[in-house]
């Protein structure tokens, strides 16, 4: 059949009126066509916000907001026509065009930013862990199931081929089935255990220290806290398993399935009402599912790590700053922080098994997963109702870090806590569920 040129120019003029749906029609529909870039803002956009503005850099990105001009000045120079604001309220207030919101704060501003977002119809990306408090997970769980907007938790390892590859080898029973695990950090963390500085310098020039502070409680700035530093500070982080347990100890939760906890022990040393501890073992109890096992799992930090496995060759190091080690009936599975490389040990087992028969679809990546969503796409694979009950988990491991310091069992051993996954709460102590929650200071929305 010929096909003129003009003919050929004429069908994909028709194709194009087909494919590009205008922004007010999308607006009702409540998607984003492919066709169309996003117009994303940035809130935290120094350190780990540069970087995730980054990733999708392909996108519009035209607005950034920070209460640190210092800390943020790298994003304002990579993105000279993006609109610059200090409150994230007022950012979303005044740019009606803004699709999508990246937020890369301290943790005690994740929820609110966030759910303020998902009120407005934005799409959201979060980092981890995706709240400050158990409570506000489960606030933000429920409000993105409601809601048709595409939601993302910043673990990147969730996308990775790692996970997928440890959860074929499970299905497979090539280790047998799984009672242990064992997941630990020793990242160059904050400092920790220490008290709350007395001195008053003065905030430095360019910094909105009371807009830093946002929900939590007054007191003078200090550069013991930021940038960075905050993550030990409870009224602002989630120290060490806040931090690093929404990766490695999904590496288990995922492929294993393994829903809430049941109760949770903790052991610490050095923590105390304003910083997290200087080292700590944490045990989560998780029922067993369908015909899988109970599974107990161990999280270590501060140096703290478990029992070299005598099957991992000497000449082989256990992981790095963090790992993930499976306990089966007929073997283990060793891992590092985001997943990558799990390997059977010893190394001779592997070679006799070899990588698992592919089942499960392989991902994009992790930004993309998130951006397609956006579009119409698929839902990410961290999404919120996924993160929320991830960021649950290690918030009921500093519940019980905090609340053990307080109240020790029979021989000074820490209690374990009941937790009802249903109910939100813990049952044989109901004295700690006050640390489910904290108090916003005033002129800042509560959780409902």
Known sequence: MSL?????????????????VPRHVVARSGQTPPSEKLNIAGVGVGGQGHSDLMSVSSENIVALCDVDDR?????????????????????????????????????????????????????????????HTVAEARALAQAASQSKVATQMGNQG???????????????GAI???????????????????????????????????????????RPFHPAYLP?????????????????????????????QLGRPTSIEAYSTGCNDETGPLAAIVYFE????????????TWYEGGMMPPRPTELEDYRRMGDNEGTLFVG????????????SPRIIPESKMQSIGRPRQRLARSPGHYQEWISACKGGQKPGSH??????????????????RFGRHRAGENGHPVKLLWDGVAGKVTNLPEANRYLQTEYRKGWEAVS
Request: aromatic content about 10%; overall charge positive.
């Open 384 to 401: 919120f109702e996924h993160a929320a009950v991830l960021t649950e988990i290690v918030q009921l491991g500093n519940v019980a870090i």
């Open 158 to 172: 969730n996308a990775g081929e790692g996970v997928r590859l440890i959860q074929e080898w499970i299905e497979d």
């Open 4 to 20: 003129t040129r003009r003919r050929f120019l004429g069908m994909g003029a028709v194709a194009t009126a087909i494919s590009i």
């Open 71 to 131: 800390h943020a000045a790298r994003a304002y120079r990579q993105w000279p026509r993006a609109k610059q604001h200090r409150d994230f309220r007022r950012m979303l207030e005044t740019q009606k065009e803004i699709d999508a919101v990246m937020v890369a704060t301290p943790d005690h501003l994740h929820f609110l930013i966030t759910m303020e977002a998902i009120k407005l119809g934005k799409h959201v990306y979060c980092q981890k862990p995706l709240t």
């Open 228 to 256: 960075f530093k905050w993550r030990s500070w409870w009224d602002f982080g989630s120290s060490s398993l806040g931090d690093m347990g929404c990766h490695v100890i999904n590496n288990a939760w995922r492929p294993l």
């Open 176 to 218: 047998g089935k799984v009672r242990e695990v064992h997941c630990w950090t020793n990242k160059p963390e904050c400092p920790s255990g220490i008290a709350r500085p007395k001195e008053t310098p003065p905030v430095p020039a360019g910094l909105d220290w009371d807009l830093w502070l946002g929900p939590a409680p007054q």
């Open 286 to 297: 998780f029922p067993a599912r369908g015909d899988m096992p109970p599974v107990r799992l």
């Open 329 to 340: 009936e007929r073997g283990k599975i060793l891992c590092c922080c985001y997943g990558q």
